[in-house]
């Protein structure tokens, strides 16, 4: 099956700063990578995705990169401000319609 | 609104009386998941339906049954839990496993 490794697992950024956060995955068919935003005791909330067919994806302050020959992919965050403070998710997915997830990025935005 | 529900939202067991819990979507998605999520661990996949196929996962325990009487509908049995089963229960939703998942807010389980 399908391995993420997610990196870091915590991250302290000034606000204003910029955060990263990258995973690895396993599978060479997994075409579909989401990140999800969880804040504590809330479900998941999907931030933003990226398919295999495209390199890098953005929408406003943030963006996800995709490397698919060294099966990487990261999540760019610019600008934190500190409702951005949440536990990061990154997820994989491909043919067999399941979603593994990385073990999650514990960001605190220090204002 | 189209959506994902869970109930109870909060439910508290005892140990070994069984407990059921449900999901239901207004979505008309095809696929849907049981996910058991611990205190700052990733959500893990127990088992999914897509459609009436059931698929569970190698290491999800004997103790959890899923039941999916019709589209709309999808429930999580646990027959005798135990206080490692103290976890959130997230129930998921898909349009043919196209990988977007639409989560359900979640049932905090606790075991006495």
């Known amino acids: 099956g399908e391995n993420v490794e997610q990196h870091p697992s915590t991250l302290s950024v000034q606000e204003g700063d910029s955060a990263v956060i990258k995973c690895t995955y396993s599978d060479s068919a997994s075409n579909y990578f989401p990140w999800y935003k969880q804040e504590l005791g809330k479900r998941p909330q999907l931030i933003i995705d990226?398919?295999?067919?495209?390199g890098e994806k953005k929408d406003q302050r943030i963006a996800v990169t995709l490397n698919k020959t060294a099966k990487h992919f990261s999540l760019h965050i610019t600008e934190t401000q500190p409702e951005d403070s949440a536990v990061y998710f990154c997820a994989a997915s491909g043919p067999d319609y399941k979603l593994s997830f990385g073990a999650g990025t514990t960001v605190t935005v220090r204002a | 609104d189209a959506m994902v529900i869970q109930n109870p939202r909060y439910q508290v067991t005892q140990f070994g009386k069984p407990v059921t819990l449900s999901c239901s979507q207004t979505l008309n998605h095809n696929v849907m998941y049981w996910y058991q999520q611990k205190s700052s661990q990733a959500p893990k996949l127990l088992f999914h339906?897509?459609?009436?196929?059931?698929?569970n996962e190698a290491d999800t325990p004997d103790n959890f049954q899923s039941r999916r009487p019709n589209t709309s509908f999808c429930f999580l049995d646990i027959r005798s839990p135990g206080l490692g089963d103290a976890a959130m229960y997230l129930c998921?939703?898909?349009?043919?496993?196209?990988?977007?998942?639409?989560f359900g807010p979640g049932t905090r389980l606790t075991v006495l």
């Open positions: 339906y897509y459609d009436k196929d059931f698929n």
């Open positions: 998921a939703t898909s349009r043919g496993g196209g990988g977007l998942l639409f």
């Open positions: 990226i398919r295999s067919n495209v």
